[in-house]
């Protein structure tokens, strides 16, 4: 069975960057979809980025220009690089794998935006 991973996440002060890395145990190559959703406190799981089979990306209006996601098919990892974060990005976040088949999602991390 697959296994997706994350990791990365941690405290950090506003204004700070994380860099989240998802490990997957399988070949990504095939791949639907790659994408990181997160999670706050007594809100919804949300859609933060997503990199389709065609290499387009979209991202959610509220880390535009902040966030980046990428993806390296050698390693298997989806990497989502988190840059000027504010309080409002505390979440547990979680990468999620799609194949045509299959959708595999990690157990998330957590990330806290605090000074």
């Known amino acids: 069975q697959v296994q997706v991973v994350e990791s990365g996440g941690g405290l950090v002060e506003p204004g700070g960057s994380l860099r989240l890395s998802c490990a997957v145990s399988?070949?990504?190559?095939?791949?639907?979809?790659l994408g990181w959703y997160r999670q706050a406190p007594g809100k919804e799981r949300e859609l933060v980025a997503v990199?389709?089979?065609?290499?387009?990306?979209k991202y959610v209006d509220s880390v535009k220009g902040r966030f980046t996601i990428s993806r390296d098919n050698v390693k298997n990892t989806v990497d989502l690089q988190m840059d000027s974060l504010k309080p409002e990005d505390t979440a547990v976040y979680l990468c999620?794998?799609?194949?045509?088949?299959?959708?595999?999602w990690g157990l998330g991390i957590q990330v806290t935006v605090s000074s």
């Open positions: 399988g070949s990504i190559r095939s791949t639907k979809s």
């Open positions: 990199l389709s089979r065609d290499g387009d990306t």
């Open positions: 999620q794998i799609v194949w045509d088949w299959y959708t595999k």
